[in-house]
Nanobody, 121 residues
Framework: QLQASGGGLVQAGGSLRLSCVASGGTSSRTMGWFRQAPGKDREFVATISWPGTKTQYTRSVKGRFTISRDNTKDTVYLQLNGLKPEDTAVYYC?????????????????WGQGTQVTVSS
C-alpha cells in the first residue's frame, strides 16, 4: 500500500514537499506522481525510475517540481516549488512494476489515497 502525505494550503509562490511511503517496498519499481483537479482527468506529473537514475516531468511543472526517492526508506518525494493556483489538485503517488520512467496511468498498478494541495492566489 502507498501512503501519501504532505499536502496543504499555500499561497502562490510557496512550496510543499509531498511524501509517499510504500509499505510493500519500492524495490525494482518505477514510482510516479499524478494529480487530479476538480472536474478534470487524472494527469501525469512526474516519474522516477528504479533505482532513481532517470526522471521525467510534465511540461507545466518542469523546473518547479522535483521528484526523488530514498530506497532505504521505501519513500518517494515530490518537492513543489513556485506553486501556482493551477497546481491545485489531489496528488496521488503510484508504483509501477517497470523499472524505466513511465508517464501513462495504465503502467501503474498500485495507487495511494491522495493528498490535497491547494494554492491560493
Amino acid at each position: 500500500q502507498l501512503q501519501a502525505s504532505g499536502g496543504g494550503l499555500v499561497q502562490a509562490g510557496g512550496s510543499l514537499r509531498l511524501s509517499c511511503v510504500a509499505s510493500g517496498g519500492t524495490s525494482s519499481r518505477t514510482m510516479g506522481w499524478f494529480r487530479q483537479a476538480p472536474g478534470k482527468d487524472r494527469e501525469f506529473v512526474a516519474t522516477i525510475s528504479w533505482p532513481g537514475t532517470k526522471t521525467q516531468y510534465t511540461r507545466s511543472v518542469k523546473g518547479r517540481f522535483t521528484i526523488s526517492r530514498d530506497n532505504t526508506k521505501d519513500t518517494v518525494y515530490l518537492q513543489l516549488n513556485g506553486l501556482k493556483p493551477e497546481d491545485t489538485a489531489v496528488y496521488y503517488c503510484a508504483a509501477s512494476s517497470r523499472q524505466t520512467t513511465q508517464i501513462l496511468r495504465t503502467e501503474y498498478s498500485d495507487w495511494g489515497q491522495g493528498t490535497q494541495v491547494t494554492v491560493s492566489s
